[in-house]
């Protein structure tokens, strides 16, 4: 990650989440709408946010 911010500068980590945290913060509405069809994210893949500067 951190030679992909070297090469992107424009990019600002935000934070680091879990699966748990991803699908709270990114798809809790949708799933709250659509509970017969819910979206979660995947275990085992590190998630990191990142914001432009």
């Known amino acids: ?3 992909m911010t070297a090469k992107v500068s424009c ?3 935000e934070k680091h989440l ?3 945290a991803m699908t709270e913060q990114y ?3 949708y799933n709250a709408r659509t509970p017969q069809h819910p979206i ?3 275990a085992g893949v ?3 946010p990142a914001r432009k500067n």
Do not use: K
């Open 1 to 3: 990650m951190d030679n």
């Open 11 to 13: 990019l600002a980590i």
């Open 18 to 20: 879990n699966n748990a």
């Open 27 to 29: 798809f809790a509405a």
């Open 40 to 42: 979660t994210a995947p």
């Open 46 to 48: 590190g998630y990191v």
